[in-house]
């Protein structure tokens, strides 16, 4: 493993590496996976989904930005 600039610290050559790790919660978002009525309540439900119009919010992987919004600042 390559050493870092951190203070310190210390790699061991026979450090394990496996590549990537699997992740351990969700990792991406899709509109079909908002709630639904039966999930919740219709109300609930349809806010949701206005929320997701409103701020054209979608997913490209785990380190996806939250789009910027500058109406949403007033």
Known sequence: MPKGNVPD???FA???H???TPPL???EFKPEDLVTA???TPQHAA???D???KFGIYNDGPF???PYHEEARR
């Open 38 to 40: 039966a999930d919740t």
């Open 25 to 27: 919660a969700r990792v």
């Open 9 to 11: 610290e210390m790699v």
């Open 18 to 20: 496996s590549g990537e």
């Open 51 to 53: 929320l997701l119009k």
């Open 14 to 16: 026979d450090a394990a």
């Open 47 to 49: 806010a949701c989904a």
């Open 64 to 66: 996806t930005p939250w």
